[in-house]
């Protein structure tokens, strides 16, 4: 705790009443500190003495009501379960809802998302018995699912949601979602949830898991909620047209580009790099990925990688034509059968040829290794990890500067899935010249390109893009170059720059050192 | 002003109002509401630990007698025998139809639901939801109330209860985010608004349990009873001031043992220590010491604060170094992550690693009285109905954990639900006063057009720690008396001067508050006068100047009610079906040893205390 006792806490508030006021303002208040101090306390606090005319929401005080959260210092959370932790704390209502007053919002619109997926149990089958028999994980999966208290912070959160203008915009969001996974995995019930999943934007989820970090509940949304219902959709073949393509090339080709499998390796061609296939030993694999291997913007990463590790005297090789799909966006769309059979495919390749470690260029891949896959013993990092490794123990000599300023955008499956948030920004910061800033939102905070879960192959609802919404915060920083270490991520705020018409180069950490090197 | 039609109008969102509006929608032909000044689902519903008494589940099933006679002895014979017998028997059944309204059980095997054993006085097994599985009874009941079509108003305050002389006709309310009058027209009105436990500074409920179906139904002449007993719990949290009274360790202490170690068995090697360094439970009892009952160690706890020996926050040390370690390590690792949080939020390491006295002070948890009702839910009034903890007639002087949600919730919420419907089905729309409706609005917009007065949120905390201290769990003549005369004043002369700062009309929650105000006021003087009337101790209500139960004479539920010419109080004889008074084991009687009051600096002892 950096508070100590009698510190004042500057309390920014967000004030606006729709009815009487032109514009919404801040107004910031000064709260004497006290030791294990929520941000209700002070928010009650005001309200009893400096200001009474503050609206909020409050009733239970131990985060089963659902009825207070709000954004706390941009983040969605439960103002009775968020203590207060810095000299300065902002609170703003849940964006995108419409203010009634203060940081009261209007939640009608989302309840009535809610109340159209009929939120009830419809059998129309009475039990023969009862209790009636239920298996007993099912029902525990349900009693997780059904924790949700409908304080829509996971609405707020959600990047697919605070992009648009309006909550009825596209994508029903996390909540509603979760909703539609209790019914669908609750055996009595006999609705067909899976369609109404479907129209409600089961497709639109980016996996990126920022609801579930900001669920008060930790309820697992992404994966008990929108994987399961996008695995009930693939088993009916209601899956949209483009992911369609995506998982019939990844079946066909071991790609979902849908490029020949014989020319997976053609990027390196003229590298000479290591082969381990063809009888070339290396410490370590090069997991190079689907999309570094055929996107001709990624080759440059995957080029720039094999660089830099030699440059490094890193012993590696990669699997050439031999590679396969890690399967990580197959799973996230929802096709587990698909997954299982990369898995399998994977594993062989990796004990056939006796590898022991890989690092990988796609933070997706990395995250599927490490947590999806069985654990076979195999060692797996992100190039960033390596990289990061490499600089502490001297390895890497940059010889020209970068003369720019940087901003990075960190992947969600480096950093909220895997908590890897410093190497790549030690590897900036090691780079002779360069200036790294942060983007307002960062770190656990960031927000997604909109590129994830499988979304590289759908289209988005709404009218405005993750990706674009991204963009803007990166100039906002006014960078000269916007920096990252995910494939996907680097396509989107590529495409979020076009769109917006800016033109901030966006390049893979593993390019700036390439230049640096 | 907006006028909605409606048959039957539940007011209040919890787990009894909604049980009560999904039979009345079972009704094709009636319109039904759920008004609810917070959330739907909301109020204390939510925030249950989630125990159902159960007959006949489990692997050692209760019998009806077990439960019976253990809600006898905790309401200390004034239960309302019948309705405790009659919603015991259909209390399974309201249980098990909980999985028809979508609810899911956690289950032991699949075929049968998850049981869990906690100490009870008597013989019955309790029958526990996991995982905080109260909230998802009421989720349940929201789910099924949405399906049959019940009409959602929530955050519209309802602030009076309209009536004519053929019964009631409705309602009027504020809709919280316009602000704005309405006017409910109903032949039926069910009040399920839950009990009074904010009217005290620190309580364990929400924080919306203001007393408003109290005072609604007080004002249109219903009969209110047992008023004077509020159930207090004496381990809650002191700190933060937003939390004060949330979370109480040694419940979570329960919970995380599973059954298997009594938490009084723990209790054994727990010191309750004052500022004094006294381990001052050898005054109180000093042949159970800690391990004395809940209401004596509330009395003993409560006293030493009153009498200044108390922290400076108005609570006493539990100190809890002597428990062994490994019942620590297992109350930490048994603690569901929800529990393990919230003591987390409030207690340092230190201390959850008992190596520091945990800090705790009583708080108000229940209460038991309210609007008397019979077994099918109806007041004295003619389609005016009350359910749940705003009803008086199923717990007595306390309650029995498990029974709130399971029989007095669910089963009185169906019987309820389906006596106010069959009044709606006789009925014709009814005739709206317009005079006493304008009354009201004039009544209720008045703080708002005020430009100076009382202030708001000074009167509530006024209100709060009067009642703390002079009505809260040791009371005497003296005291109740003064309080009398100040809650007297301040209906009179304050109440009618109150003023809010805010003159915005949408969402203003000092108007809402200054609303709320008027009702506490209003039932702190009711309860303050039952406790003076009732001259004797029992369950939560301690006479330190009759420490005594009197089973001869009081043995009676004390009335209340607004007639004319003012307030009238007296007693309403109970009929005792199937148990004497005393047919079964009396709590022992226990006559505390009042101490003297220390007369020294307190300060200097709050100093040393560090």
Same mark, same amino acid.
């Given at each position: 705790?950096?508070?100590?006792?009698?510190?004042?806490?500057?309390?920014?508030?967000?004030?606006?009443?729709?009815?009487?006021?032109?514009?919404?303002?801040?107004?910031?208040?000064?709260?004497?500190?006290?030791?294990?101090?929520?941000?209700?306390?002070?928010?009650?606090?005001?309200?009893?003495?400096?200001?009474?005319?503050?609206?909020?929401?409050?009733?239970?005080?131990?985060?089963?009501?659902?009825?207070?959260?709000?954004?706390?210092?941009?983040?969605?959370?439960?103002?009775?379960?968020?203590?207060?932790?810095?000299?300065?704390?902002?609170?703003?209502?849940?964006?995108?809802?419409?203010?009634?007053?203060?940081?009261?919002?209007?939640?009608?619109?989302?309840?009535?998302?809610?109340?159209?997926?009929?939120?009830?149990?419809?059998?129309?089958?009475?039990?023969?018995?009862?209790?009636?028999?239920?298996?007993?994980?099912?029902?525990?999966?349900?009693?997780?699912?059904?924790?949700?208290?409908?304080?829509?912070?996971?609405?707020?959160?959600?990047?697919?949601?605070?992009?648009?203008?309006?909550?009825?915009?596209?994508?029903?969001?996390?909540?509603?979602?979760?909703?539609?996974?209790?019914?669908?995995?609750?055996?009595?019930?006999?609705?067909?949830?899976?369609?109404?999943?479907?129209?409600?934007?089961?497709?639109?989820?980016?996996?990126?898991?920022?609801?579930?970090?900001?669920?008060?509940?930790?309820?697992?949304?992404?994966?008990?909620?929108?994987?399961?219902?996008?695995?009930?959709?693939?088993?009916?073949?209601?899956?949209?047209?483009?992911?369609?393509?995506?998982?019939?090339?990844?079946?066909?080709?071991?790609?979902?580009?849908?490029?020949?499998?014989?020319?997976?390796?053609?990027?390196?061609?003229?590298?000479?790099?290591?082969?381990?296939?063809?009888?070339? %030993?290396?410490?370590?694999?090069?997991?190079?990925?689907?999309?570094?291997?055929?996107?001709?913007?990624?080759?440059?990463?995957?080029?720039?990688?094999?660089?830099?590790?030699?440059?490094?005297?890193?012993?590696?090789?990669?699997?050439?034509?031999?590679?396969?799909?890690?399967?990580?966006?197959?799973?996230?769309?929802?096709?587990?059968?698909?997954?299982?059979?990369?898995?399998?495919?994977?594993?062989?390749?990796?004990?056939?040829?006796?590898?022991?470690?890989?690092?990988?260029?796609?933070?997706?891949?990395?995250?599927?290794?490490? %947590?999806?896959?069985?654990?076979?013993?195999?060692?797996?990092?992100?190039?960033?990890?390596?990289?990061?490794?490499?600089?502490?123990?001297?390895?890497?000599?940059?010889?020209?500067?970068?003369?720019?300023?940087?901003?990075?955008?960190?992947?969600?499956?480096?950093?909220?899935? %895997?908590?890897?948030?410093?190497?790549?920004?030690?590897?900036?910061?090691?780079?002779?010249?360069?200036?790294?800033?942060?983007?307002?939102?960062?770190?656990?905070?960031?927000?997604?390109?909109?590129?994830?879960?499988?979304?590289?192959?759908?289209?988005?609802?709404?009218?405005?893009?993750?990706?674009?919404?991204?963009?803007?915060?990166?100039?906002?920083?006014?960078?000269?170059?916007?920096?990252?270490?995910?494939?996907?991520?680097?396509?989107?705020?590529?495409?979020?720059?076009?769109?917006?018409?800016?033109?901030?180069?966006?390049?893979?950490?593993?390019?700036?050192?390439?230049?640096?090197? | 002003?907006?006028?909605?039609?409606?048959?039957?109008?539940?007011?209040?969102?919890?787990?009894?109002?909604?049980?009560?509006?999904?039979?009345?929608?079972?009704?094709?032909?009636?319109?039904?509401?759920?008004?609810?000044?917070?959330?739907?689902?909301?109020?204390?519903?939510?925030?249950?630990?989630?125990?159902?008494?159960?007959?006949?589940?489990?692997?050692?099933?209760?019998?009806?007698?077990?439960?019976?006679?253990?809600?006898?002895?905790?309401?200390?014979?004034?239960?309302?025998?019948?309705?405790?017998?009659?919603?015991?028997?259909?209390?399974?059944?309201?249980?098990?139809?909980?999985?028809?309204?979508?609810?899911?059980?956690?289950?032991?095997?699949?075929?049968?639901?998850? #049981? #869990?054993?906690?100490?009870?006085?008597?013989?019955?097994?309790?029958?526990?939801?996991?995982?905080?599985?109260?909230?998802?009874? &009421?989720?349940?009941?929201?789910?099924?109330?949405?399906?049959?079509?019940?009409?959602?108003?929530?955050?519209?305050?309802?602030?009076?209860?309209?009536?004519?002389?053929?019964?009631?006709?409705?309602?009027?309310?504020?809709?919280?985010?316009?602000?704005?009058?309405?006017?409910?027209?109903?032949?039926?009105?069910?009040?399920?608004?839950?009990?009074?436990?904010?009217?005290?500074?620190?309580?364990?409920?929400?924080?919306?349990?203001?007393?408003?179906?109290?005072?609604?139904?007080?004002?249109?002449?219903?009969?209110?009873?047992?008023?004077?007993?509020?159930?207090?719990?004496?381990?809650?949290?002191?700190?933060?001031?937003?939390?004060?009274?949330?979370?109480?360790?040694?419940?979570?202490?329960?919970?995380?043992?599973?059954?298997?170690?009594?938490?009084?068995?723990?209790?054994?090697?727990?010191?309750?220590?004052?500022?004094?360094?006294?381990?001052?439970?050898?005054?109180?009892?000093?042949?159970?010491?800690?391990?004395?009952?809940?209401?004596?160690?509330?009395?003993?706890?409560?006293?030493?604060?009153?009498?200044?020996?108390?922290?400076?926050?108005?609570?006493?040390?539990?100190?809890?170094?002597?428990?062994?370690?490994?019942?620590?390590?297992?109350?930490?690792?048994?603690?569901?992550?929800?529990?393990?949080?919230?003591?987390?939020?409030?207690?340092?390491?230190?201390?959850?690693?008992?190596?520091?006295?945990?800090?705790?002070?009583? &708080?108000?948890?229940?209460?038991?009285?309210?609007?008397?009702?019979?077994?099918?839910?109806?007041?004295?009034?003619?389609?005016?109905?009350?359910?749940?903890?705003?009803?008086?007639?199923?717990?007595?002087? &306390?309650?029995?954990?498990?029974?709130?949600?399971?029989?007095?919730?669910?089963?009185?919420?169906?019987?309820?639900?389906?006596?106010? &419907?069959?009044?709606?089905?006789?009925?014709?729309?009814?005739?709206?006063?317009?005079?006493?409706?304008?009354?009201?609005?004039?009544?209720?917009?008045?703080?708002?057009?005020?430009?100076?007065?009382?202030?708001?949120?000074?009167?509530?905390?006024?209100?709060?720690?009067?009642?703390?201290?002079?009505?809260?769990?040791?009371?005497?003549?003296?005291?109740?008396?003064?309080?009398?005369?100040?809650?007297?004043?301040?209906?009179?002369?304050?109440?009618?001067?109150?003023?809010?700062?805010?003159?915005?009309?949408?969402?203003?929650?000092?108007?809402?508050?200054?609303?709320?105000?008027?009702?506490?006021?209003?039932?702190?003087?009711?309860?303050?006068?039952?406790?003076?009337?009732?001259?004797?101790?029992?369950?939560?209500?301690?006479?330190?100047?009759?420490?005594?139960?009197?089973?001869?004479?009081?043995?009676?539920?004390?009335?209340?009610?607004?007639?004319?010419?003012?307030?009238?109080?007296?007693?309403?004889?109970?009929?005792?079906?199937?148990?004497?008074?005393?047919?079964?084991?009396?709590?022992?009687?226990?006559?505390?040893?009042?101490?003297?009051?220390?007369?020294?600096?307190?300060?200097?002892?709050?100093?040393?205390?560090?």
């Amino acid at each position: 705790m950096v508070l100590k006792k009698k510190k004042k806490v500057k309390l920014r508030v967000f004030r606006y009443d729709p009815i009487e006021d032109l514009s919404p303002r801040y107004e910031t208040f000064d709260v004497s500190y006290i030791p294990h101090m929520t941000v209700l306390d002070a928010l009650m606090y005001v309200r009893k003495n400096l200001d009474s005319s503050l609206a909020f929401r409050y009733s239970c005080r131990q985060w089963v009501c659902g009825q207070c959260a709000v954004k706390v210092n941009g983040k969605p959370a439960l103002i009775c379960k968020t203590s207060i932790e810095d000299e300065e704390i902002t609170v703003d209502p849940l964006t995108p809802f419409p203010v009634v007053r203060d940081l009261v919002v209007d939640r009608r619109k989302v309840q009535d998302r809610i109340k159209g997926i009929k939120p009830f149990l419809m059998r129309k089958n009475p039990a023969i018995k009862e209790p009636e028999p239920i298996d007993i994980k099912v029902a525990d999966t349900f009693v997780h699912l059904n924790q949700c208290i409908d304080c829509y912070a996971c609405v707020s959160a959600c990047p697919m949601i605070s992009t648009k203008k309006d909550v009825t915009d596209g994508f029903a969001g996390p909540v509603t979602m979760i909703k539609l996974a209790k019914f669908a995995l609750d055996p009595r019930d006999e609705a067909d949830r899976a369609s109404a999943a479907y129209s409600e934007g089961a497709y639109s989820c980016t996996a990126c898991a920022k609801c579930k970090e900001v669920c008060p509940w930790d309820i697992d949304i992404p994966t008990l909620g929108i994987r399961y219902l996008r695995q009930l959709l693939v088993e009916r073949g209601d899956v949209p047209k483009t992911a369609q393509d995506a998982l019939m090339n990844t079946y066909k080709y071991g790609n979902p580009w849908g490029q020949r499998k014989d020319r997976r390796g053609e990027w390196a061609k003229d590298f000479n790099v290591k082969n381990i296939p063809k009888g070339k %030993n290396a410490d370590i694999l090069y997991y190079v990925g689907c999309t570094p291997s055929y996107d001709p913007r990624i080759q440059e990463v995957a080029r720039a990688m094999v660089f830099v590790l030699r440059e490094a005297g890193v012993d590696f090789g990669i699997l050439g034509n031999e590679e396969m799909c890690c399967g990580a966006p197959m799973l996230r769309l929802g096709e587990k059968g698909l997954f299982d059979m990369l898995v399998e495919e994977n594993l062989n390749l990796f004990e056939k040829y006796n590898v022991k470690k890989v690092v990988t260029t796609s933070p997706h891949s990395y995250n599927a290794f490490l %947590n999806d896959y069985p654990k076979k013993g195999l060692r797996v990092q992100h190039y960033t990890q390596l990289l990061s490794e490499l600089i502490d123990e001297g390895k890497i000599n940059f010889s020209k500067k970068v003369d720019a300023v940087v901003t990075y955008h960190d992947p969600c499956f480096l950093g909220r899935y %895997n908590d890897v948030y410093e190497p790549p920004r030690k590897i900036l910061e090691a780079i002779p010249g360069l200036k790294l800033v942060e983007m307002p939102r960062n770190k656990e905070n960031s927000f997604c390109c909109g590129g994830g879960g499988g979304m590289m192959w759908v289209d988005e609802l709404g009218e405005e893009r993750a990706c674009v919404v991204r963009a803007r915060e990166a100039v906002s920083v006014e960078p000269d170059v916007v920096a990252t270490a995910c494939p996907f991520c680097l396509s989107s705020l590529e495409d979020g720059f076009k769109i917006i018409d800016k033109e901030v180069p966006v390049k893979d950490i593993i390019e700036l050192v390439k230049d640096a090197i | 002003m907006d006028v909605i039609d409606k048959d039957v109008l539940v007011i209040g969102g919890g787990n009894a109002g909604l049980r009560a509006a999904i039979e009345a929608s079972g009704f094709p032909e009636l319109s039904v509401a759920v008004a609810s000044k917070s959330m739907i689902p909301g109020g204390a519903s939510v925030m249950s630990a989630g125990v159902f008494n159960v007959v006949g589940l489990g692997p050692e099933p209760a019998t009806i007698e077990d439960i019976f006679n253990d809600t006898i002895i905790y309401g200390d014979y004034l239960n309302d025998q019948r309705m405790v017998r009659t919603c015991l028997e259909e209390g399974s059944e309201r249980v098990m139809e909980l999985e028809r309204f979508g609810a899911m059980q956690p289950r032991r095997e699949t075929d049968q639901y998850y #049981f #869990f054993d906690v100490v009870t006085p008597g013989t019955s097994k309790l029958y526990r939801f996991k995982n905080r599985y109260a909230w998802q009874v &009421a989720r349940a009941l929201q789910e099924e109330a949405i399906e049959r079509g019940v009409e959602f108003y929530p955050e519209v305050m309802i602030t009076s209860v309209q009536t004519s002389s053929n019964g009631a006709t409705g309602a009027t309310g504020i809709d919280m985010k316009r602000g704005e009058f309405v006017v409910f027209r109903s032949n039926s009105v069910v009040i399920a608004t839950g009990g009074g436990t904010s009217l005290y500074k620190r309580a364990y409920c929400d924080t919306s349990s203001t007393g408003d179906g109290y005072a609604m139904a007080f004002k249109v002449g219903a009969e209110l009873a047992n008023m004077e007993f509020v159930q207090w719990i004496w381990n809650t949290n002191l700190y933060p001031p937003a939390l004060e009274g949330r979370t109480d360790p040694v419940t979570a202490l329960e919970l995380a043992l599973g059954g298997d170690l009594t938490v009084k068995e723990v209790l054994r090697n727990v010191k309750f220590v004052n500022v004094l360094g006294e381990r001052f439970m050898e005054r109180y009892d000093p042949v159970w010491m800690e391990m004395a009952t809940d209401d004596v160690l509330c009395v003993a706890i409560f006293n030493e604060v009153r009498q200044r020996r108390g922290t400076k926050k108005g609570g006493i040390l539990m100190d809890l170094t002597e428990v062994p370690k490994e019942i620590n390590y297992r109350w930490r690792k048994g603690l569901d992550r929800h529990w393990s949080e919230m003591l987390h939020q409030i207690f340092d390491e230190e201390e959850l690693r008992w190596e520091k006295p945990l800090e705790v002070g009583p &708080a108000a948890i229940y209460s038991p009285g309210g609007i008397k009702i019979n077994l099918n839910g109806e007041t004295n009034i003619p389609g005016l109905y009350a359910v749940g903890a705003a009803s008086c007639g199923m717990h007595g002087t &306390a309650y029995l954990a498990g029974n709130c949600l399971g029989i007095d919730t669910l089963a009185m919420g169906k019987r309820t639900g389906e006596t106010a &419907a069959r009044h709606a089905l006789k009925k014709a729309t009814p005739k709206i006063d317009w005079n006493s409706v304008d009354k009201e609005r004039k009544r209720v917009f008045a703080p708002l057009e005020r430009e100076e007065g009382e202030s708001t949120y000074e009167i509530k905390t006024y209100i709060q720690n009067l009642m703390f201290d002079k009505v809260g769990i040791i009371r005497n003549e003296k005291g109740l008396k003064e309080a009398i005369q100040d809650f007297q004043r301040l209906n009179e002369e304050v109440i009618p001067r109150l003023y809010t700062c805010d003159k915005h009309q949408s969402y203003n929650i000092e108007w809402k508050t200054a609303i709320e105000v008027q009702h506490m006021c209003l039932c702190a003087e009711i309860m303050a006068r039952s406790a003076l009337f009732r001259t004797e101790s029992r369950g939560g209500c301690f006479r330190e100047d009759f420490p005594k139960r009197d089973n001869a004479n009081w043995c009676v539920q004390t009335g209340i009610q607004l007639k004319r010419g003012g307030i009238k109080i007296y007693t309403i004889p109970l009929e005792f079906v199937y148990l004497e008074p005393g047919d079964i084991g009396w709590k022992e009687d226990w006559l505390p040893k009042m101490y003297p009051e220390f007369s020294g600096n307190p300060s200097v002892l709050h100093a040393k205390l560090k």
